[in-house]
Structures are given as C-alpha cells and as structure tokens.
C-alpha cells in the first residue's frame, strides 16, 4: 500500500465550480497534512496545512482531515481558469519517522472557461 | 537570492557517469530532502536528512548516495548514471513547524 495515495486524474471541471480534491495515508501516526499546487515544470508551492481534525478554509480553499478515517481533502470554490495545476497532497510522519515528509501522487486538475 | 538554490538547473550525462545534484539553503533549517518526479507519479523521496549526522533512506533510495556537508548543503550522487534516472530533481528545506520550501528543480537527462 502506498503511503500517500490521490485520484491522479485528470479531474475536469468547468469555470466557478467547485473541485474536490482527496487524498488518503496508510501511517495513522501521521502529524501534519499539506496541499501544494505546481505548475507544469515549476516548483510546488504551498497552498495550505492542516494540523487538527475538521476544516480549516483560507479564501477559495478548504482543506478537510478526518484522522479516523485517514483522510484529507481540499476544496476550490469558484474555480479560475489559474486554478489550473498538479495538486499534491503530503503527509509528515510522526513515530520512528517523525519528520518524513511524503507525497501523493498529484492530482492534474483542469478548469475550462 | 533564492532561499533554495539547486545546481546545475538542467545537466545532460552519459550511462555510467558519476554525477553530483548540489543542494543550498539560507532558511537555517534542519531538515532537508531529495525528491524524484517523474510523470504522473509525484513526488518521490529519495533521502532524507534531519541534521548533519542525520540521513535516512526514503522509498527510491537504490542507485543514489547523499551527503549533508552542513546544515545548508546536501547533495545527491548518482555513482553511476543509468536512462531510467532521467528526471527532475528537486531538493526541499523543511524545519520542524514550518512547510517545505523548494529549490527550482534540476533537470537531468541521461543518455
């Protein structure tokens, strides 16, 4: 089982909707849950971080992590055209690997006009 | 100044060459990674590396050697250079509450 896994894509989904983006891990000893985008060729950058079970929403996006469940999310609302991008989720470990930062495979996300 | 400074940014070596990815930081954080990408497969971790007298394998490590010079530099060695290392490279600098920052990313070809 891969320790980080998303739904590659492509997700397609038309200007001012709203993408879903999800992701699990397989450590449930997991600290810390990030959402980065990146631009074909380019660097990731962050998007957000989420520490604590819940929502957490800064602007457009709300990143959703349910421990139990081994689970997080990231929501866009209205999405851009701009929006359009590699969306990586990344898990830092906790226990004996404490620190390990791992991604998912990313999810290619398009927005069309 | 980038706060991530990966060198050479693209490099073109031949089968069996040894090569060196160089890795800088001016963030003045502990931990430092080496990652793989490669089409649709994401981020992979090669090593990993908390401080100086740290280094710890990630998932891709076979074929590929690091060393943490100091806190501010880690490089990665591919001893002897093979196709299916073709990629792009990136280093990322992490501290223990803070995301990860990213170098721009080398890109290599080996032929």
């Known amino acids: 089982q891969k320790e980080v896994e998303q739904n590659s894509g492509p997700l397609s989904v038309p200007e001012g909707a709203i993408a879903s983006l999800n992701c699990t891990y397989s450590d449930r000893g997991s600290q810390s849950f990030f959402w980065y985008r990146q631009y074909s060729g380019k660097s990731p950058e962050l998007i957000m971080f989420?520490?604590?079970?819940g929502d957490k929403e800064d602007g457009r996006f709300t990143a959703q992590l349910n421990k139990a469940s081994q689970y997080v999310s990231l929501l866009i609302r209205d999405s851009q055209p701009s929006d359009s991008a590699t969306y990586l989720c990344?898990?830092?470990?906790?226990?004996?690997?404490?620190?390990?930062?791992?991604f998912g495979q990313g999810t290619i996300l398009t927005v069309h006009p | 100044d980038a706060d991530v400074t990966q060198t050479p940014r693209n490099r073109i070596t031949k089968t069996g060459k040894r090569i060196m990815l160089e890795c800088s930081q001016t963030k003045g954080h502990d931990r430092m990674y080496w990652y793989r990408q490669d089409p649709g497969l994401g981020l992979r971790l090669i090593y990993y590396s908390f401080d100086v007298k740290d280094i710890n394998k990630g998932e891709i490590s076979d074929g590929y050697s690091v060393s943490r010079q100091a806190q501010a530099k880690f490089s990665l060695s591919l001893e002897s250079a093979i196709p299916n290392q073709t990629a792009l490279y990136f280093c990322?600098?992490?501290?223990?509450?803070?995301?990860?920052?990213f170098g721009q990313g080398t890109r290599l070809t080996v032929v």
């Open positions: 990344a898990v830092q470990a906790g226990g004996t690997s404490y620190g390990k930062l791992t």
């Open positions: 989420i520490y604590s079970n």
């Open positions: 990322a600098t992490s501290d223990w509450n803070t995301e990860a920052f």
